[in-house]
């Protein structure tokens, strides 16, 4: 079978972003060279989006990999390839996204990227390691201030498109009424098991893309959720169609019109991951789908104290369900 074509999704920005992309978060991170050599199986495969960030590590082989398909003739321009970052929380002070993008453009090696995002909406101090977050180290979250700052980095050309991960509806309102430039993007926790039609239909009434991280549920050591994977309907539907039931949650999510990031390091699954374009879900199985019980994989509340700027999770999450 040929490599696939992932569709292009139209953003606010002008710009168009492939639907699917691969994440690059792991822990432990594989070391520089078997990293890059990973995202080069990637683009080998068909992948023509990265999601990277600050805080993942990845964001150096992500850019050691583009140039070297460039390299092998498997793409010819670095403009094929779409490649997202994020700005980490403790930069997420005006004064300091200027410089945290152009830190991460030097590690990617590039003179620009497709899209950058505030990675959560939370400000720590500077230099906080997150492995040693104290609850003193999160700030008071200036939205304006910092939006401000990424209109800039799209001014100046440094970024394509900009936007937001991790946002409920209270916060996106509040940009949306204080922005030049509206987000063009809101990467969030989404899959069956965590379906946000709230928070989706408030992103498509205001031209927001939303994007989702954890599709699958990402079951890590400290978060995730094995409601996906495990799920009764998933696998029942998975086995009635002679799909992996991975391949049947992205078909759901492709279904909704949302961009996926999927995450798998191994070259076949990859591929598998991809194999979600040429067939759909009967309204049956959409329905069905629809009864999976709901639940957060990632709560957020790291970033919850009384003390601190978000005194409960409805407060980080602006309450909706």
């Known amino acids: 079978m040929g490599r696939q074509k992932i569709p ?3 953003l606010s920005s002008g710009e168009e972003m492939p639907s699917i992309g691969l994440g690059t978060a792991a822990s432990p991170l594989p070391p520089r060279d078997e990293l890059t050599s990973i995202f080069l199986d990637a683009i080998e495969v068909g992948y023509r989006h990265f999601d990277t960030a600050a805080l993942y590590c990845s ?8 140039k070297e398909a460039i390299h092998q ?9 779409f490649i997202t970052s994020k700005l980490w929380c403790t930069h997420a002070h005006p004064e300091l ?11 990617l090696g590039l003179d620009y990227v497709d899209l950058y995002l505030i990675h959560w909406p939370v400000r720590l101090k500077h230099a906080t390691p997150l492995s040693n977050m104290k609850m003193e180290d999160v700030l008071p979250f200036d939205i304006n201030g910092t939006w401000e700052a990424m209109e800039k980095c ?5 970024a394509k498109s900009i936007g937001v991960s991790n946002f409920g509806t209270k916060k996106l309102s509040q940009l949306l009424q204080h922005s030049s430039i509206p987000p063009a993007v809101n990467q969030v926790e989404m899959n069956v098991a965590w379906q946000q039609a709230q928070l989706r239909e408030f992103c ?7 994007s989702a991280w954890s599709p699958l549920g990402a079951n890590g050591a400290h978060w995730g959720t094995l409601a996906v994977m495990e799920s009764p309907i998933i696998k029942d539907i998975a086995a009635s169609k002679q799909k992996s039931i991975a391949q049947v949650a992205l078909r759901w999510l492709y279904e909704q019109g949302v961009g996926i990031i999927v995450k798998s390091f191994n070259k076949e699954r990859m591929k598998e991951n991809l194999q979600i374009m040429d067939w759909e879900l009967s309204k049956d199985e959409l329905d069905k789908i629809n009864q999976i019980p709901q639940k957060r994989g990632v709560s957020g509340d790291i970033f919850v104290s ?8 409805a407060d980080l999450w602006d309450g909706d369900p």
Do not use: M
């Open 8 to 10: 292009l999704v139209p």
């Open 59 to 66: 964001e150096e082989s992500v850019g050691l990999a583009v």
């Open 73 to 81: 003739g498997l793409i010819k321009s670095r403009n094929e390839v």
């Open 97 to 107: 996204i200027l410089p945290a993008l152009n830190e991460t453009l030097q590690k």
């Open 154 to 158: 799209k001014i100046l050309g440094l």
């Open 204 to 210: 498509k009434d205001n031209g927001i893309h939303v």
């Open 306 to 313: 009384p003390q601190g700027p978000y005194k409960s999770l």
